[in-house]
Nanobody, 124 residues
Framework: QVQLTESGGGPVQVGGSLRLSCAASGRTFSTNAAGWFRQAPGKEREFVAAITGNGRRTDYADSVKGRFTISRDNAKNTVYLQMNSLEPEDTAVYYC?????????????????WGQGTQVTVSS
């Protein structure tokens, strides 16, 4: 079992930056692929970014490519999402997820563990 706790969300102005963190506990995390998803009001949860268990491969949604960076520090059991050049459309609750397998996927139903989410609000 893996417990995930997100932090780092909050209000930010257009063009600003935030770094989200996802701390994992409960078992060794380095073999688990991890991802970030987001859900805006009235919309379905959508894929943002994912990273393999060893951190060597990443995947991004087109909407965030070039602006967001996912990374991980397995020694700290933590996954990060650096978000730059934020836009109002990035406003959502951001969720961290992990899966038992080490490779990345984009489907929400392929992830086994989820955090509670952290709110990101981008305003002009």
């Amino acid at each position: 079992q893996v417990q995930l706790t997100e932090s780092g969300g909050g209000p930010v102005q257009v063009g600003g930056s935030l770094r989200l963190s996802c701390a994992a506990s409960g078992r060794t995390f380095s073999t688990n692929a991890a991802g970030w998803f987001r859900q805006a009001p009235g919309k379905e949860r959508e894929f943002v970014a994912a990273i393999t268990g060893n951190g060597r491969r990443t995947d991004y949604a087109d909407s965030v490519k070039g602006r967001f960076t996912i990374s991980r520090d397995n020694a700290k059991n933590t996954v990060y999402l650096q978000m730059n050049s934020l836009e109002p459309e990035d406003t959502a609750v951001y969720y961290c997820a992990a899966r038992i397998a080490p490779w990345t996927v984009r489907r929400t139903d392929e992830y086994d563990y989820w955090g509670q989410g952290t709110q990101v609000t981008v305003s002009s």
